[in-house]
């Protein structure tokens, strides 16, 4: 992820973050402080969950190499 896109990942948070705010949902703007803090990690584990994802998809998809000749 280059950087132009966490600021936009970090404004978003920050604005989602805010608007809970004055809605009066304080209580879960705990979790936005936690997102923003660990934005690099949590975009590791996702990039990490979703190749795991595919290359076991990938694995199955060819049915034909499990069949018998």
């Given amino acids: 992820m280059n950087e132009q896109n966490k600021s936009l990942?970090?404004?978003l948070l920050t604005a989602s973050g805010v608007l809970m705010a004055a809605l009066g949902l304080g209580n879960?703007?705990?979790?936005?402080?936690?997102?923003?803090?660990?934005?690099?990690t949590i975009w590791d584990?996702?990039?990490?969950v979703s190749g795991t994802v595919v290359s076991i998809v990938g694995f199955f998809k060819n049915k034909e190499r499990f069949s018998n000749p």
């Fill in 9 to 11: 990942v970090r404004h």
């Fill in 28 to 40: 879960a703007s705990g979790l936005i402080e936690e997102l923003l803090s660990n934005l690099d």
């Fill in 45 to 48: 584990a996702i990039l990490v």
